[in-house]
């Protein structure tokens, strides 16, 4: 068993080449209100039964950018705006449901070249 319910990473990446990443589409914004409202529910913390928000470098799936994965389920996701992330939240986190309009298929291969 996982030691945290839910453990979210989401790409903060900002490349330095010029390539499109995901902080391109303010990435770090979508983590600190992720986690605000995970500590507003009550279910950010330390331990058991709750969900840690953290930041990640490259998680090269840029092409589908901004992308965020949660575990221990490996569901990706991507976003455009906080109702997005506040599915997320309440879907994911508080139901276990996986929201699917946001998920990003498990089939889709890493591209060395578009990534």
Request: a neutral charge; hydrophobic letters at 30%; one cysteine or more.
């Amino acid at each position: 068993m996982s030691y945290y319910k839910h453990h979210l990473f989401i790409c903060t990446n900002q490349r330095d080449d010029g390539k499109g990443c995901c902080q391109d589409f303010d990435s770090e914004s979508a983590r600190k209100y992720m986690k605000q409202r995970a500590k507003q529910l009550d279910i950010h913390g330390y331990g058991p039964g709750q969900c840690r928000i953290n930041n990640a470098g490259c998680l090269n799936r840029c092409k589908q950018g901004p992308v965020m994965v949660i575990y221990p389920e490996a569901v990706w996701y991507t976003w455009v705006d906080t109702s997005d992330l506040d599915e997320i939240i309440d879907k994911h986190l508080l139901k276990g449901e996986i929201v699917e309009r946001l998920r990003i298929p498990d089939t889709d291969t890493f591209d060395k070249d578009k990534n």
